[in-house]
């Protein structure tokens, strides 16, 4: 089937690069795909993929296409949301809207799957089983729309799922998948220091200088990582943000420090968070101050399944040939795809989109060559799924 598919994704090229330009030039934040998940609706009316069920948590659209042969339930997602972000690529089918951008390719993804539904959907005849399209919205802000499109149902009956992303820094149309651990749960880390304001020439008369009890944190939060955290446990703690607003003459009374904690196990995420509390409310004590720490619980981290991934690679190395099939290395990038694998065996692969801006950056500019090489893959990866699990 594999000449079959990438004929196919030669004759859909045009189309479907037309209608991801459509939806960049469009994008949507989170929450709020409304326009987005009509356009997709459409289309999949169009193509006949099955009852389209919209309105799915919010502005989620499902469809499934019916094979005619006997097999198992393939479920392909797709992201819909776009970020806060002004686009600054200068491109023909740039961004119309202010402030908005599909900086993280959610644009590619839907119009890849679409373009997914449109090969299977010629090819009812070969598949084994039935594929479920499913086209979340609101990824980028936590909680993230994986949880509630699950609550609603879009498993029921699944036996495997996949979905991909693009890759910025991998040449256009490469994909790679990695088994097990692949990308990094994401939690958000909040401290706030309370001391004493005053004076800038009287610290000694103040409880505790929130703004060096502040830096004095970031860098005994330093430890948690490199003194606790198993060496073969991959884990980041970044604090991107250390607010002290007070002035050349002021001390300010509270301090501010925004972070974020990354892990790729469950049992040292957990263990890291109590180390963060502990760390940061014990160096304001001992110092005079005091600390609130707040955690915001994100993504887990995405897990691929061994099977799933393997059939993945190797559907690759056949359907790209093996100088474009990658070995990749854990991303610590979070991923609510994560929920779905907790839930279901499958594979969440990644696609080189050759941008030499990255994911979230004004400057993302994909090379659309990849949706020749991602629309026919993921239909050849659902079929072969089908046909290797058929009854
Ligand atoms: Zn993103
Ligand atoms: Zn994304």
Redesign the pocket.
């Given at each position: 089937m594999i000449d079959t598919f990438q004929s196919d994704a030669d004759a859909l090229f045009a189309s479907v690069v037309a209608l991801r330009r459509t939806l960049h030039r469009h994008p949507e934040l989170s929450g709020e795909e409304h326009e987005t998940a009509r356009r997709v609706a459409e289309r999949l009316r169009e193509l006949g993929v099955g009852a389209v069920q919209t309105g799915v948590n919010g502005t989620g659209v499902v469809a499934t296409l019916e094979g005619e042969r006997p097999g198992p339930t393939v479920l392909l997602r797709a992201d819909m949301d776009a970020?806060p972000i002004q686009e600054e690529t200068g491109l023909e089918f740039a961004s119309e809207v202010d402030g908005v951008m599909h900086?993280?390719g959610?644009d590619v993804h839907t119009a890849s799957l679409l373009g997914t539904a449109a090969i299977l959907a010629r090819h009812r005849d070969q598949l084994h089983g039935r594929v479920r399209f499913c086209f979340q919205p609101h990824?980028?802000r936590l909680p993230g729309g994986a949880q509630g499109m699950i609550e609603s149902g879009v498993l029921a009956g699944v036996d495997a799922v996949f979905g991909q992303h693009i890759k910025p820094d991998l040449p256009a149309g490469t994909l790679g998948v990695r088994a097990g651990a692949a990308m990094a749960s994401s939690d958000e880390v909040y401290v706030t220091v309370t001391g004493e304001g005053g004076h800038a020439a009287e610290p000694h008369e103040l409880a505790a200088d929130a703004t060096y009890v502040g830096s004095q944190i970031v860098g005994a939060l330093q430890s948690v990582i490199s003194r606790h955290c198993p060496p073969d446990v991959p884990s980041i703690l970044t604090i991107g943000r250390l607010i002290a607003d007070g002035a050349t003459n002021v001390i300010p009374e509270t301090a501010r420090l925004e972070g974020t904690f990354r892990a790729m196990d469950e049992a040292w995420r957990g263990r890291g968070h109590d180390l963060i509390r502990r760390v940061a409310i014990r160096t304001a004590e001992a110092h005079g101050a005091t600390a609130d720490v707040e955690i915001h619980t994100g993504y887990p981290a995405l897990y691929n399944h061994k099977d799933e991934a393997h059939l993945v690679a190797d559907a690759a190395r056949e359907y790209v040939g093996p100088d474009r099939a990658l070995d990749v290395d854990r991303w610590f990038?979070g991923e609510d795809f994560a929920y779905f694998l907790q839930e279901r065996p499958g594979a969440f692969c990644q696609l080189g989109v050759g941008s030499a801006h990255g994911?979230?950056t004004a400057g993302l500019n994909v090379d659309e060559e990849a949706l020749r090489a991602s629309t026919g893959f993921m239909a050849y990866v659902a079929w072969r799924y089908g046909r290797e699990h058929a009854a």
């Open positions: 970020l900086a993280c959610h990824e980028e990038a994911l979230h």
